[in-house]
């Protein structure tokens, strides 16, 4: 099962040329979650991944740089025709709040259901489970997203399954999603339980033991770098983070990657990266469109792909397809 995370926007709360506002776009199997969505998120779309039919929304908090892109996503949704529901999940007051912007964007004929968390809550999915978490931002709510995989089934053994009795193939099968073959039980062939996956998504915030304690051996933490240290008491007075505070954070929580965002136009990227790696030397800091793939841990650390680098496989690829293409008339 695919895992990934493509940034579709990480400045903070002012747009540039090369980064737009807040948008992560957590793609996995066939469902496509969107975190945020600031002002622009569809155009950003539009141009990279596509304009793809999302299955759920969540909103970290809102402060205008991550949801103004909302009302127009949704109406773009209606004016493709979109028949699926879609959920759009956020703190309390996320009702009042959507509601007061489609009067302006103008009313969806799909179902919009709009869905108030509070800390505590566990959404389950199909494999994996969404839960809100309290973070401290200058707002009274906002929220942080785990988003982890249930348990996998340890390791099949079938030499031993074999030796049992059991024969391969189906029989194989039916051990491996946990029935009972020939009086042989799962347990007796598979190793033990293996960890699924996990993502958290900071949203804004200061340093949160909160967060930090549900960060907690994440394979991938995406924190907000606001701030560099020589603007500690800013970052406190605004509810925000240092490079070097997510850092320390992403190490206290024993993660195994941190991809920092929602920079700010003051710094220069490499002042932000120099001050985290100082700390926690795996940390990325993605640009608008580049891509963080997840595997399953024993298949390797997450990888952050660039988004010209992904380009060019692309175009080889492409390449390759059409340089062995057979000619017109030819039989493939």
Known sequence: MDLSV?????????????????????????????????????????????????TEVFLTHFHADHWLGLPGLLKTFDLRARERPLAVHGPPGLRELVTLAMRVAGRVRFELQLVELSPGDVLERDGYRIAPVAV??????????????????????????????????????????????????PEQVLGPPRAGRKLVISGDTSPS?????????????IHEATFAED?????????HSTAGQA??????????MLA??????RYPVGVLRDEARAIFPRTVLPRDFDTIE????????????RW?????????????????????????
């Open 136 to 185: 401290a931002h200058r707002v009274s709510n906002a929220f942080a997203y785990v988003l982890y995989e249930d348990p996998r089934p340890g390791e099949f053994d079938p030499e031993t399954a074999a030796a049992l009795g059991v024969v391969p193939g189906p029989e194989f099968g039916a051990l491996q999603r946990g029935e009972v073959v020939r009086g042989v039980r």
């Open 6 to 54: 493509f940034f579709a926007g990480t400045g903070g709360s002012i747009p540039t040329a090369r980064r737009g506002l807040p948008a992560v776009l957590v793609r996995r199997g066939g469902d496509r979650i969107l975190f945020d969505c600031g002002e622009g998120t569809q155009r950003q779309l539009v141009q990279s991944v596509g304009l793809t039919e999302l």
């Open 247 to 256: 850092a320390t954070l992403a190490n206290d929580a024993a993660v195994t």
């Open 260 to 265: 920092l965002t929602h920079f700010s136009t």
């Open 231 to 239: 603007e500690l008491s800013r970052a406190a007075e605004t509810g």
């Open 209 to 221: 033991e909160t967060l930090r304690i549900a960060s907690h051996q994440a394979d991938l933490l």
């Open 294 to 305: 997840i595997p399953f841990p024993e298949r390797g650390e997450p990888e952050l792909i």
């Open 308 to 332: 010209e680098d992904r380009q060019a496989t692309e175009m080889e690829d492409g390449a390759e397809d059409e340089e062995g293409s057979p000619a017109v008339g030819e039989r493939a």
